[in-house]
């Protein structure tokens, strides 16, 4: 019987109160009229008399840690209740909650996704990992151009078949690989180049890019969709103009300005007295790129524009520094409201 009764002395140890649950739980095991302890007592009887001083002290000792035991446990859970009565205010007001912006990139992006949405273009996205078909070589790139410098590209150092794609004409590609003329399509996307961060550039931005491929398109319908994309996001009164440039994927390619919003065409610092602000990249597809991806040049044409969203964005809210589309600072961030 002694060890037994030692045996309950450990037990009673290595029990953890932590609710009020196992309180009750630690009462009925040892302290209830048929928990242990009680259960012991009864058995006294049966001790022989030459131990019953030795096993009734020992009996009392148990009886006396356990009841020690449940009431410090009990008052130190009052205790618990009580500072938490005495410190809860339910009359306070709750924490003001705060309603997030969406960031000016997205306001951007949605913005011209549905100017052309309007015109029947559906959105079209691929993946940011890039392999050198889709993002240089279907796209007319010859093998020593030099946006495949490392310099200029993020490649994957095992596999230089790989890159980060260097803009969202990559997502054209598949576009055309899989679907048949009439394609209207534009896609919006993160591109990545290996660029020094500055006020001017990022070595992460966005894209949006637009194709349009079917019978007997022209550069009149270029030039009446681009016209009418730059009326619906900067106004009815903006103006544009073209200027010849070189992509390897157009023929002829070009850059389209918008009139300077800020001065009206008169000159001023943003468009470093010129009164024109570049916005995008343009041109007819050229027809080694459907011959690439499966289209007759013979029988189809097209055109493809692109641009970068924060540019656009920083040209819209007059903001100096891309950097601070990457900082996620709140005071920049707040201050701008969703115009969809
Ligand atoms: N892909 C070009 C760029 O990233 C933009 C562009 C797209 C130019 C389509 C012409 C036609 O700069």
């Known amino acids: 019987m002694k060890n037994k009764v030692q045996q309950i002395f450990k037990d009673i140890d290595s029990f953890t109160i932590t609710s009020t649950d ?185 894209q949006i890019e637009g194709l349009y491929i079917d019978k007997d398109v022209s550069s009149a319908d270029l030039k009446q969709s681009l016209f009418y994309f730059a009326k619906e996001l900067l106004g009815e009164d903006t103006g544009i103009r073209f200027r010849p440039s070189y992509f390897p994927f157009t023929e002829p390619s070009a850059e389209m300005d918008v009139s300077c919003n800020i001065c009206e065409g008169k000159g001023c610092n943003v468009c470093k007295y010129t009164g024109w602000l570049e916005i995008l990249g343009c041109g007819m597809v050229d027809p080694n790129v459907l011959n690439n991806c499966g289209i007759d040049s013979n029988i189809y044409s097209g055109f493809a524009f692109g641009m970068g969203i924060e540019r656009t964005a920083m040209m819209i809210y007059q903001i100096r520094d891309i950097r601070l589309f990457f900082e996620n600072d709140l005071r920049f961030l707040k201050q701008f409201e969703s115009i969809i």
């Not at 618990?80 to 705060?98: C, G, I, L, S, V």
């Not at 996704?113 to 890039?130: K, L």
């Not at 200029?152 to 095992?158: A, L, V």
């Not at 803009?167 to 048949?180: A, D, G, P």
Request: hydrophobic share 35%; proline share 6%.
């Open 22 to 206: 196992s309180l009750e739980e630690f009462r009925l095991k040892y302290l209830s009229k048929k928990g242990i302890i009680p259960e012991l007592f009864k058995g006294f009887k049966t001790v022989s008399p030459d131990q019953r001083k030795d096993i009734g002290r020992l009996l009392n000792d148990l009886k006396n840690k356990a009841q020690e035991k449940f009431n410090q446990a009990r008052e130190s859970m009052e205790f618990r209740k009580e500072k938490h009565e005495e410190y809860m205010d339910n009359t306070r007001p709750a924490e003001e909650f705060q309603l997030g912006s969406r960031h000016p990139v997205s306001i951007v992006m949605n913005k011209i996704c549905d100017i052309f949405a309007r015109i029947g273009f559906t959105i079209s996205e691929g993946p940011e990992i890039e392999d050198d078909w889709h993002n240089f070589t279907a796209l007319n790139f010859p093998p020593d151009h030099p946006a495949r410098d490392m310099q200029d590209t993020f490649f994957i150092e095992k596999d230089p078949e790989i890159a980060l794609r260097t803009h969202t004409s990559s997502v054209q590609v598949r576009i055309m690989e899989k679907n048949k003329p009439p394609i209207r399509t534009i896609s919006p996307g993160r591109v990545f180049r290996n660029e020094a961060i500055s006020a001017r550039s990022h070595c992460i931005f966005h």
